[in-house]
């Protein structure tokens, strides 16, 4: 939560986070879950205005990359990391509008 900026909470006796335009509801499994990446729900992302002072914070903190920020075909910079449990995160800065598309 507090990577991404958001605010933990709880709603019907369960922890959530509010993150601007989204509340993500936490619930406890009883078995051991599988990584999301290439299962129903492969990615969440979040936009980041500087990606590159937003990875040098997270690296900061001991989280780890699981692959070098790259240049997307749209000249978005890209990343991304796993949560403890398992679930894939997107980070993105987006390239302004206008920019040409690389094919």
Do not use: C
Request: proline letters at 11%.
């Amino acid at each position: 939560a507090k990577t991404f900026g958001g605010k933990p909470g709880t709603r019907n006796n369960a922890p959530v986070v509010d993150i601007p335009g989204v509340q993500i509801r936490f619930a406890k499994a009883d078995a051991k879950q599988a990584p999301t990446r290439g299962r129903v729900l492969d990615h969440i992302g979040f936009d980041v205005k500087d990606h590159a002072a937003f990875v040098k914070k997270i690296q900061s903190e001991g989280i780890k990359l699981d692959e070098p920020p790259r240049k997307s075909p749209t000249g978005s910079t890209i990343t991304y990391i796993t949560d403890p449990w398992g679930t894939r995160i997107e980070i993105v800065q987006r390239a302004p509008l206008g920019q040409p598309v690389q094919p």
